[in-house]
């Protein structure tokens, strides 16, 4: 038996469910999805959305209308939730956490520094204060999945235009060196594991130029999993062409071995 579980940067869950976002779910077949950048709370979708019905659903909106914002969907009944950086206020959405069965999984979203100045301390204030509690979560001796948008390309690997974006946000030496700190620190990068040394794969383009035709994009949507999720992991694929329907983020899915059989 196996677990499959889908992270997704679907930038706008009411757009995304009017572009087809049940026909991908029907064709991946998930058990877990972690979403990030939802926009939404419950009450603003239709009566099938808030309904749920096979699901079992927590949300982290945002307070801010139409912004950010995290969840977690699962066919298994969620026995625990941790909302924010360990327990801490969120009024962002930026992360949820929920225990299903013999695993945790948590759906994260890293500000974008991209913007202003501003933003980008923001989102160095979000990473130093996220870095211990990664740390703390990848000892846990269950399974534990970190999932979502981390907004940054761990290397030149993860960016097709690596040498013109050294200075840009998202490619920053400081970013870089945090992602491989987490990495360092416990977390496994189970994609990166999964496809070796091979460029890619993408999972986010930009809208600029012919980038998602040529799919020349970056990797910053990410499943991170500590030595226990790393020893289940059975399959990894990255969904193009579910992305290019519905998103700027292609979902990224891993299939986990039942942990008896581990």
Not at 5 to 11: D, F, G, K, Y
Not at 65 to 80: A, H
Not at 118 to 130: N, V
Request: hydrophobic share 35%; aromatic share 8%; charged share 30%.
């Amino acid at each position: 038996m196996t677990t499959r579980i889908l992270t997704w940067n679907v930038n706008g869950l009411r757009a995304a469910i009017r572009k087809g976002l049940q026909h991908w779910l029907d064709e991946i077949k998930p058990d877990v999805v972690m979403l990030q950048e939802i926009r939404a709370r419950p009450d603003q979708l239709s009566e099938q959305w808030r309904r749920m019905d096979g699901w079992h659903a927590h949300w982290n909106p945002a307070e801010r209308p139409g912004y950010s914002g995290t969840c977690i969907w699962s066919r298994q009944p969620i026995d625990r939730v941790e909302i924010g950086i360990d327990g801490s206020p969120d009024p962002e959405g930026r992360m949820v956490l929920a225990r299903i069965g013999d695993l945790d999984v948590a759906s994260i979203y890293l500000p974008s520094g991209s913007s202003s100045d501003e933003a980008h301390l923001r989102k160095q204030r979000w990473m130093k204060d996220f870095a211990p509690y990664a740390k703390s979560l990848m000892r846990r001796r269950r399974s534990v999945l970190l999932g979502g948008d981390f907004n940054i390309a761990r290397s030149e690997r993860d960016i097709f235009h690596w040498k013109s974006n050294q200075s840009t946000s998202g490619f920053l030496p400081e970013e870089r060196r945090w992602m491989d700190e987490i990495v360092d620190r416990g977390a496994r990068d189970l994609v990166r594991e999964h496809f070796g040394d091979i460029e890619g794969p993408y999972t986010w383009w930009s809208n600029r130029g012919q980038a998602r035709a040529l799919d020349r994009g970056w990797r910053i949507d990410y499943l991170l999993g500590n030595a226990n999720a790393q020893r289940r992991l059975k399959d990894v694929r990255v969904h193009r062409e579910a992305g290019l329907a519905i998103s700027d983020h292609a979902p990224v899915i891993i299939d986990l071995a039942d942990s008896a059989a581990c």
